[in-house]
Every structure is written in structure tokens, then in C-alpha cells.
């Protein structure tokens, strides 16, 4: 059975600065998809970044982009020129190709401060 | 843009009530999910749907059901509340699983069973 690991509770910034939000997983699939979501503190769940295991070009989006490295099965956030709205809980998945079911990290909170 | 409600925000109810809680998509999706959050332990999947009328259990069914009727409405039922379901509810929807689509949330049933 795959597993998604986010080993920090928590993290904090400094508006402006750059922060990498961390997750490992475990599978023996090798055709998946990765994802970052996040959640504010009103709860909506929203979709930050997702990587196609197939595609060694870390995906990007903005100032959220990734550092996939499928060998060691780590699939890093890093947010750059952080704002204060990036405040939020962060949320690692993994889906396997041929099903929609998604399985989460415990999520890492963000702090930003100003 | 996709919109996934639910039907209330925050919910009280006394250990033994039958519960039921309603997600309601506007996209079209065929796949919908009801996901329990719990701090330390991210989201782990209730149960899911692929179609109207047909249902899989996901990690921790026990103590729910499940009724899909109609096609963007997906409801989650405890039978009798107990006081360890007390928890954050979160609905999703999402497309076949043929494409690399996301999965698109509601903004949460804070359920408290006292």
C-alpha cells in the first residue's frame, strides 16, 4: 500500500522569503501523480501544484514549484517570495495512475510572518 | 468553475442521532468522496462513488453508509453518532480517472457529537 509522509507539523517564514515544504512517499507503482494542496484557515481545500511521475521536469506554478526526485520518492514544495496568504495548512498526495483515489500526508501549517 | 458545497458548515448533534451530511457538485463529475480530517492524521477517505447508485468503502468505514441517487449529490450517513465521529467532514469531486484531473473540495461539515 502506497504512504505519503510530511515529517514537519510545522513550519514559518518570513514575508518574501523562501520555504520548502517537505514529503516522502512509498510505492511500487511506477506510473502516479503527485500533489500539493492546500488549505486555507476558511477550510477550502485548493489545488497548488501537481507532478506527473512520467514527467522529470519539476512542475511550476507562480511562485509554487517542486523539487521531484522519483528514486528517492520526494516530492518537495517550495514557495518563493512568500505572502502573507500562503498562510495555511499544506496537504502532500499521491494518486495512483488508474484510480482517483487520492491518499494525504498528516500536512504541514505554514506560518508567515510579516 | 467547479463549486462543491455541503450543506452546513457546523453541526451539533447528541451521541446516537442519525446523521447526514450532503454534498452536492454542479460539474458533472462522475467520482465523488467523503473525507474525515483530523488534526495529525490529514484527510483518510470515508467512502467513494464512480457513478450514481454505486459505492466503495475507502480507509475507515466503519460506523458510516453512503447514498448517491442522483448524479451531483453524494450524501454521508451516520447511523447512530458517537463521540468519536466528532470530526472534520470534507466532500470532493473530481472527473473519470482517465485523466490526470484533480480532486475539487467543499468547504467542510464541522461535526461535534456530544
Known amino acids: 500500500a502506497q504512504t505519503v509522509t510530511q515529517s514537519q507539523p510545522e513550519m514559518s517564514v518570513q514575508e518574501a522569503e523562501t520555504v520548502t515544504l517537505s514529503c516522502t512517499y512509498d510505492?511500487?507503482?511506477?506510473?502516479?501523480?503527485l500533489f500539493w494542496y492546500k488549505q486555507p484557515p476558511s477550510r477550502q481545500m485548493i489545488l497548488v501544484i501537481r507532478?506527473?511521475?512520467?514527467?522529470?521536469q519539476n512542475a511550476t506554478e507562480n511562485r509554487f514549484s517542486v523539487n521531484f526526485q522519483k528514486a528517492a520518492k520526494s516530492f518537495s514544495l517550495k514557495i518563493s517570495d512568500s505572502q502573507l496568504g500562503d498562510a495555511a495548512m499544506y496537504f502532500c498526495?499521491?494518486?495512483?495512475?488508474?484510480?482517483?483515489?487520492?491518499?494525504f500526508g498528516t500536512g504541514t501549517r505554514l506560518q508567515v510572518f510579516p | 468553475d467547479v463549486k462543491v458545497t455541503q450543506s452546513s458548515r457546523y453541526l451539533v448533534k447528541r451521541t446516537g442521532e442519525k446523521v447526514f451530511l450532503e454534498c452536492v457538485q454542479d460539474?458533472?463529475?462522475?467520482?465523488m468522496f467523503w473525507y474525515r480530517q483530523d488534526p495529525g492524521l490529514g484527510l483518510r477517505l470515508i467512502y467513494f462513488?464512480?457513478?450514481?447508485?454505486?459505492?466503495e468503502k475507502g480507509d475507515i468505514p466503519e460506523g458510516y453508509s453512503v447514498s448517491r441517487e442522483k448524479k451531483e449529490r453524494f450524501s454521508l450517513i451516520l447511523e447512530s453518532a458517537s463521540t468519536n465521529q466528532t470530526s472534520m467532514y470534507l466532500c470532493?469531486?473530481?472527473?473519470?480517472?482517465?485523466?490526470?484531473?484533480?480532486?475539487?473540495f467543499g468547504p467542510g461539515t464541522r461535526l461535534t457529537v456530544l
Open positions: 470532493a469531486s473530481s472527473q473519470t480517472p482517465d485523466s490526470p484531473d484533480t480532486q475539487y
Open positions: 510505492t511500487s507503482e511506477s506510473d502516479y501523480y
Open positions: 507532478q506527473e511521475a512520467y514527467k522529470q
Open positions: 498526495a499521491y494518486r495512483s495512475y488508474n484510480t482517483d483515489k487520492l491518499i
Open positions: 460539474m458533472d463529475h462522475e467520482n
Open positions: 462513488s464512480y457513478d450514481v447508485k454505486m459505492k
